[in-house]
């Protein structure tokens, strides 16, 4: 007689993304860490802004339409700095 071997079962744990992970983090809006340069001066001369979260990026959308990004909100916030709601 041959003997069977029982295997454990696999479980599987949901897995959950950050923003950077799976493009949301471009549906977001970010706080401008203005010690490399204003919004107002990347959208006119077209250069790069420093999110508090370290994104780089032009902005060219308003950010009114989208969610605040998580990880600026909590750097802010660490700041002492008047973060908006919703």
């Known amino acids: 007689m041959s003997q069977i071997e029982v295997l454990p079962e696999e479980?599987?744990?949901?897995?959950?993304?950050t923003p950077s992970e799976d493009g949301d983090h471009e549906r977001?809006?970010?706080i401008v860490?203005?010690?490399f340069g204003t919004v107002a001066e990347?959208?006119?001369?077209g250069?790069?802004?420093?999110?508090?979260?370290?994104?780089?990026w032009v902005p060219s959308r308003d950010p009114k339409r989208?969610?605040?990004?998580p990880t600026?909100?909590?750097?802010?916030?660490?700041?002492?700095?008047?973060?908006?709601r919703g």
Do not use: Q
Request: hydrophobic fraction near 35%.
């Open 72 to 84: 600026c909100r909590e750097v802010a916030e660490a700041r002492g700095w008047p973060v908006p």
């Open 33 to 35: 860490d203005e010690r």
């Open 66 to 69: 989208y969610p605040l990004c």
């Open 11 to 17: 479980r599987v744990e949901p897995r959950t993304t």
């Open 28 to 30: 977001m809006a970010h």
């Open 47 to 56: 250069t790069p802004c420093v999110a508090l979260c370290g994104k780089v």
């Open 42 to 45: 990347a959208i006119v001369n």
